[in-house]
Nanobody, 117 residues
Framework: QVQLVESGGGLVQAGGSLRLSCAAS????????MGWYRQAPGKQRELVAT???????NYADSVKGRFTISRDNAKNTVYLQMNSLKPEDTAVYYC???????????WGQGTQVTVSS
């Protein structure tokens, strides 16, 4: 089992910044993918960004140039630096870890991000 604990959400004005963190513990494979997803009210959960254990990243078009995903493998922690936030970024943000090979996936409990106009 893997436990994921997110932090860093909150309320911010449009144009502001927030940094999310997600610390993983438990049975973590050396080869894995960590990522951030979000779900706004009435909408499906969508990918925001992912980063592989080797460092390769992937972003949703809507956040490219504004958000940066990074990770500290020694701490099993993934970060999401969110700049130039927009009201449409308002959502619950979830951390996900996928152990490659076993293809087991785990989710955090979510953290609320609210961007006011």
């Amino acid at each position: 089992q893997v436990q994921l604990v997110e932090s860093g959400g909150g309320l911010v004005q449009a144009g502001g910044s927030l940094r999310l963190s997600c610390a993983a513990s438990g049975s973590i494979f050396s080869s894995n993918v960590m990522g951030w997803y979000r779900q706004a009210p009435g909408k499906q959960r969508e990918l925001v960004a992912t980063i592989q254990s080797g460092g390769s990243t992937n972003y949703a078009d809507s956040v490219k140039g504004r958000f940066t995903i990074s990770r500290d493998n020694a701490k099993n922690t993934v970060y999401l630096q969110m700049n130039s936030l927009k009201p449409e970024d308002t959502a619950v943000y979830y951390c996900k870890l996928t152990n490659l090979g076993a293809w087991s996936a785990y989710w955090g409990q979510g953290t609320q991000v609210t961007v006011s106009s």
